[in-house]
């Protein structure tokens, strides 16, 4: 992840933003005397929600957790369309 400072990012506001949308990145900026900041696209953001909110759930965790062992012990199955 990328640190800018707040004037670099001022400056160049739509140099950045579109990086971080296109580049599906964040972007940290930082601020004198002040807390940073990280910016990200509206679809990371989504994806992070999504995330949460599947992970807040014991049965998804549980599937998840069993898939990965599969995964991890070749025991999958290619499926034909």
């Given amino acids: 992840m990328e ?4 004037s670099d990012f001022k400056k ?5 933003l579109n ?3 296109d ?3 964040p972007l940290t900026i930082t601020r004198k005397h002040r807390p940073s900041v990280v910016i990200i696209s509206e679809k990371a953001y989504n994806n992070l ?3 949460q909110f599947i992970l807040s759930n014991p049965a ?3 599937w998840l957790e069993e898939s ?4 991890e012990a070749s025991r999958t199955a290619k499926k034909q369309h």
């Fill in 49 to 51: 929600l999504e995330n």
């Fill in 68 to 71: 990965r062992k599969q995964l």
């Fill in 3 to 6: 640190a800018i400072t707040y």
């Fill in 60 to 62: 998804n965790v549980a």
């Fill in 12 to 16: 160049r506001i739509k140099f950045y």
């Fill in 19 to 21: 990086r971080v949308t």
């Fill in 23 to 25: 580049d599906f990145e």
